[in-house]
């Protein structure tokens, strides 16, 4: 095991970032999703291939180099405007890392920050933040308070991804010593820490933010490697930091590589097939097929327990256009009711186990929902036959009719074939809709889809989902929104602004349970599988206990990954 940076003596309220919800989501978006699962409830999802055992105590070897295929490259190395989705957070991780980091629970760690605290105690409209001393960017800059500020200044900008989601949170950063950033809040936010645990938390070099390209072309950060170059599409070379500011448990220094190298590569057939032939060290997946077909060669760590994979609707319309049956709550608990869940699954890839959950809440943290108490409605062929009649008497439409939305890729476009004929079978008609990426994002941003197959929902804490579900992130048609739902619900509103305001967990359970059942309720998402992450690589590679210990399937930062790594 690593030694992690030591704790704070007081617990952290444990929430996520709020603002890299933007990033993740729109990235996500980006991201060519290539999922595949099976059976719905056939035993632990985390159990595949090797059970996630961990590796034994070994000395670990210095030297060497690690390459690893990636499943989308990433369009620039600034996170603050770049796209980052889960291929651009381990690339990524490998040279820039953020002020806090988070356990397997969700609970917030200090990392860069030696602490983060309450100005006063009890009250969260101010924080304070501690800088871990001693530490340096690569180009021999220092970590001090005035390039911290600058860095959330950056990313809370309005020129920022970021800045979408905190518009209206941040009053003032100021300097309050060379080691502290004091930030005021115009409103009470009792999960600020998540804020700087992940992308909003990275911190850049004022080299790079300087660069003409904004810094996109070349990282400069603390990382335990450190750029070499990027050719885009092709590859990310990074070299090991001499001056790495971590050492591991025995004192040994860290990182233990001398080099990384990313290819990202869309194809899941040629990264298998790069792995197989020994081109390649390790491979990230989204489907579970990959980890089932390698286990046996291969060193395989998975992670089934974060992302949903579902169809999302909108509950707007534009009059101007074709009728959207979704703002009639009848239509949406029409489509619930159809959608057969275990057959998706089971048609998708049907001899790996794969959870299927019914609320953005991640299973595991101590905010955790019991999938019995969701509200969420059952396959029921009757259920949906009767809801579209409902719907027809209550609007006098003909019937069920939409556009749904998806990415133009051949495994996208299997399940939606899937979902397409089940729905028919009760009587609702849809037409699918394929798109490239670029187009696809701005579909969905702009308010501009109907039923839209979807990936979200794998931050550790609840609270990072805030900017998805609240009313004053909705903001209309034609006009980019992060409630992509366009759902406005007072009493949704009501459960995740009490969750903000306060560090009291099981309070916030409570709340999130009151939010997972009102979200089920107005059936705004059709539930369908979690997306099944897998890291697979050659048995010489060592060090990925971390991955197992606390899942990575996700679009946070990883400054605990890279550093541990090593090939025996």
């Known amino acids: ?56 105590d070994e000395t670990p070897k210095q030297g060497g180099k690690i390459i690893m295929a990636v499943t989308a490259e990433t369009n620039g190395w600034n996170p603050a405007s770049s796209q980052w989705a889960d291929a651009g957070s381990f690339v990524g991780s ?20 030696e602490s983060v605290e309450p100005k006063t105690p009890g009250q969260f409209d101010a924080w304070v933040i501690k800088i871990r001393p001693g530490i340096q960017f690569s ?20 020129t920022a991804l970021s800045g979408l989601a905190l518009a209206g949170m941040f009053k003032d950063i100021k300097v309050v010593d060379p080691m502290t ?9 009792a999960a600020f820490p998540n804020t700087i645990s992940g992308a909003v938390g990275y911190q850049m070099a004022a080299e790079q933010l300087d660069a003409p390209d904004g810094g996109r072309g070349k990282p400069i950060g603390t990382g335990p490697f450190v750029f070499d170059s990027w050719q885009q599409d092709n590859f990310f070379k990074a070299k090991k930091n001499p001056n790495y500011w971590r050492k591991d448990a025995a004192g040994r220094q860290l990182p233990y590589l001398d080099e990384v190298e990313f290819r990202p590569v869309t194809d899941s057939k040629l990264r298998t097939q790069a792995l197989q032939s020994g081109d390649i060290d390790m491979l990230l997946t989204t489907r579970a097929e990959d980890a089932s077909a390698l286990q046996d060669r291969y060193t395989v760590v998975t992670d089934y327990n974060g992302e949903k994979t579902f169809v999302m609707l909108n509950v707007a319309e534009d009059p101007t256009k074709t009728i959207n049956p979704f703002k009639n709550i009848r239509a949406r608990r029409a489509l619930a009711y159809a959608t057969n869940r275990d057959a998706v699954i089971a048609a998708v890839s049907p001899d790996t186990p794969l959870k299927s959950s019914t609320t953005p809440v991640v299973a595991g943290t101590r905010w955790e929902v019991d999938e019995n108490d969701t509200g969420y409605y059952p396959f029921d062929q009757a259920k949906a036959r009767a809801e579209v009649e409902a719907y027809k008497a209550e609007t006098g439409e003909p019937g069920i009719k939409f556009q749904f939305a998806g990415l133009s890729n051949l495994e996208d476009q299997k399940i939606m074939q899937i979902l397409q004929a089940q729905w028919a079978e009760v009587g609702i008609e849809s037409t699918i809709d394929t798109r490239e990426q670029t187009s696809y994002i701005t579909q969905l941003v702009l308010g501009g889809f109907q039923a839209a197959y979807f990936r979200n929902y794998a931050y550790l804490n609840p609270d990072s989902d805030w900017v998805f579900w609240h009313s004053s992130q909705a903001k209309g048609l034609g006009v980019l929104s992060i409630n992509f739902h366009q759902l406005k619900d007072s009493e949704l509103d009501a459960a995740i602004d009490d969750a903000r305001r306060t560090d009291d967990a099981a ?22 599988f979690n997306t099944p992450y897998a890291i697979i690589a050659q048995p010489r590679v060592r060090g990925l206990n971390p991955a197992r210990q606390q ?18």
């Open 1 to 56: 095991m690593l030694d992690a940076p030591e704790r704070t003596s007081r617990r952290l309220p444990t929430m996520l970032v709020a603002g890299f919800a933007v990033i993740a989501l729109i990235a996500s978006a980006c991201s060519r999703s290539e999922t595949a699962s099976s059976s719905n409830q056939a035993g632990d999802p985390n159990q595949v291939a090797q059970g996630n055992k961990l590796e034994p």
């Open 94 to 113: 490998t040279v820039l890392e953020p002020l806090m980091t988070y356990d397997g629970k969700g609970n917030n760690i200090p990392w860069l920050a």
């Open 139 to 158: 180009n021999g800059s220092p970590l001090d308070a005035a390039i911290v500020k600058r860095n959330l200044g950056v990313f809370t900008g309005e």
């Open 181 to 189: 950033v004091e930030v005021d809040l115009n409103v009470p936010w």
């Open 507 to 528: 309070k916030q359970k409570a709340d999130y349970l009151a939010a997972t059942k009102r979200i089920n309720d107005q059936a705004v998402n059709i539930w369908l």
């Open 551 to 568: 899942g990575f399937g996700d679009f946070q930062p990883k400054p605990w990954f890279w550093a541990g790594i090593w090939k025996s």
